[in-house]
């Protein structure tokens, strides 16, 4: 037990020192480039190999076929580890690590995320049953 001349000495002390911690909800706090934070997904570049899938070790990750050559994915970010070995493994880099880190939710079902497939966008935009109602007879 200190004794209280001691006590007012060390409070003294302390009261010009600079805090040793942050004001976290005030102060936002930048991220390392190499944070494994939330998981971002690029539907363009994923070929559906479900690598992903298979290296999960909590498996968090879902890839569904929507189409010809297109795939969404849904991540369970509340299973999730965020070991970023998805991301390691992507062939075509479809999979990413974001600095997001402030998940916290009060609803379980809103840590779900489904990145929807990207909508075809045509080369042409004269759809071919309009191009036979144009030609003469």
């Not at 992507?90 to 809103?110: G, I, W």
Request: aromatic share 8%.
């Amino acid at each position: 037990m200190m004794r209280p001349g001691k006590m007012v000495c060390e409070v003294l002390k302390s009261i010009l020192r600079k805090p040793a911690t942050i004001f976290y909800p005030f102060v936002r706090v930048e991220m390392p480039p190499r944070f494994r934070g939330k998981i971002a997904f690029t539907s363009a570049n994923c070929i559906g190999c479900k690598m992903c899938m298979r290296d999960c070790p909590a498996n968090a990750i879902t890839i569904n076929k929507v189409g010809e050559k297109r795939f969404e994915a849904v991540f369970d970010n509340d299973r999730c580890i965020f070991c970023a070995q998805c991301v390691d493994t992507c062939p075509k880099k479809a999979l990413a690590s974001t600095p997001e880190y402030e998940l916290a939710v009060l609803d379980r079902s809103q840590l779900k995320t489904t990145f929807h497939a990207e909508p075809v966008t045509s080369a042409d935009p004269v759809p071919p049953a309009d191009k036979a109602q144009d030609r003469p007879a």
